[in-house]
């Protein structure tokens, strides 16, 4: 049903054939087109894919929010990540592998290895520390466990010069961990990072 107002001379909503809205702010009128068939195999897939991806995501974006270099231009750190990777919503399917966390220009962390301990209290992490003349004494190594099957996430960061990280957790027996990491660096006010890594414990 549309709406009419007199005072604004406008319309939103339908009204017989025609369509009332907004567009870039400006009142703007459509005649009315029935929607195509939008619940097709492929665009099932497509849902699928990006459901699966979001819900991934959502487990850590909120704790990486200041330590994420990307440009999340007015959006979510998770919407950025989604935004990053969604050429993997159109591909064969969502891969924990394959997912960008963090790209940029500064060197990728090498020799990068992770281990749960006995006890199952903590992740720990070791790695070469990355050098070169854009890399400060700020930098920190950031690091991402995930495992979606059980809702679990948990993330840590550690300066860059350190070579080795402890994250206090309580690893569920059976889990098995995806481990994203990567490099951020600070100039000034400003964040910049390098492309992310990827493991599994």
């Given at each position: 049903m549309g709406i009419l107002n007199l005072l604004k001379a406008n319309f939103t909503g339908k009204?017989?054939?025609v369509v009332g809205?907004?567009?870039k702010n400006k009142s703007t009128i459509r005649s009315?087109?029935?929607?195509?068939?939008?619940?097709?195999?492929?665009?099932?897939?497509?849902?699928?894919?990006?459901?699966?991806m979001t819900s991934y995501v959502a487990l850590f974006a909120?704790?990486?929010?200041?330590l994420s270099a990307?440009?999340?231009k007015g959006m979510s750190v998770r919407n950025?990540?989604?935004?990053?990777?969604?050429?993997?919503?159109?591909?064969?399917g969502f891969?924990?592998?394959?997912?960008?966390?963090?790209?940029?220009?500064?060197?990728?962390?090498?020799?990068?290895?992770?281990?749960?301990?006995?006890?199952?209290?903590?992740i720990n992490a070791t790695w070469t520390p990355a050098i070169g003349?854009?890399?400060?004494?700020?930098?920190?190594?950031?690091?991402?466990?995930v495992d979606p099957a059980l809702n679990f996430a948990i993330v840590g960061s550690a300066l860059n010069n350190a070579g080795t990280i402890t994250i206090p957790a309580q690893v569920p027996d059976g889990a098995e961990l995806n481990i994203h990491f990567y490099l951020i660096d600070y100039r000034g006010s400003s964040r910049v990072g390098s492309p992310s890594g990827y493991t599994t414990i």
């Amino acid at each position: 049903m549309g709406i009419l107002n007199l005072l604004k001379a406008n319309f939103t909503g339908k009204v017989g054939q025609v369509v009332g809205a907004k567009w870039k702010n400006k009142s703007t009128i459509r005649s009315y087109t029935k929607p195509a068939y939008t619940n097709t195999p492929a665009q099932q897939t497509v849902r699928a894919r990006f459901g699966e991806m979001t819900s991934y995501v959502a487990l850590f974006a909120d704790q990486i929010r200041s330590l994420s270099a990307l440009d999340t231009k007015g959006m979510s750190v998770r919407n950025a990540i989604i935004r990053l990777n969604k050429e993997q919503i159109s591909s064969d399917g969502f891969e924990p592998a394959d997912l960008m966390v963090s790209r940029g220009g500064l060197p990728q962390i090498s020799t990068f290895a992770a281990t749960v301990p006995t006890g199952r209290t903590s992740i720990n992490a070791t790695w070469t520390p990355a050098i070169g003349a854009t890399i400060s004494e700020r930098a920190r190594v950031v690091v991402i466990a995930v495992d979606p099957a059980l809702n679990f996430a948990i993330v840590g960061s550690a300066l860059n010069n350190a070579g080795t990280i402890t994250i206090p957790a309580q690893v569920p027996d059976g889990a098995e961990l995806n481990i994203h990491f990567y490099l951020i660096d600070y100039r000034g006010s400003s964040r910049v990072g390098s492309p992310s890594g990827y493991t599994t414990i």
